[in-house]
């Protein structure tokens, strides 16, 4: 396995930029595969490759579907070492 970190910056741009972020932290965090830390800056996502790469695929997805306008800025750093 390959182990990565992806730190997730999401900016919605409308007027109730809340509860779009609240909601795709929610959706990461419901995939128990992953380790999601949260902070005011940023969400930090961890876990192995081929098990992060899909889930964000998916969920940057539901994202867009679900809002008019979505800015994500992502930082990829792998490959971890424990």
Same mark, same amino acid.
Do not use: C, K, W
């Given at each position: 396995t390959m182990d990565i970190g992806v730190e997730i910056s999401l900016y919605p741009l409308h007027q109730q930029f809340i509860p779009p972020?609240?909601? &795709?932290?929610? @959706?990461?965090?419901?995939?128990?595969?992953?380790r !999601? !830390?949260?902070?005011?800056?940023?969400?930090?996502? &961890?876990?192995?490759?081929? !098990? !992060?790469?899909?889930?964000?695929? @998916?969920?940057l997805r539901v994202t867009f579907a679900a809002n008019a306008k979505a800015v994500f800025v992502m930082k990829v750093l792998g490959p971890l070492t424990t």
């Open positions: 972020i609240q909601d &795709f932290i929610d @959706r990461l965090n419901a995939d128990g595969r992953l !999601v !830390v949260t902070n005011s800056m940023s969400t930090q996502v &961890f876990g192995d490759y081929d !098990v !992060v790469m899909p889930i964000l695929l @998916r969920e």
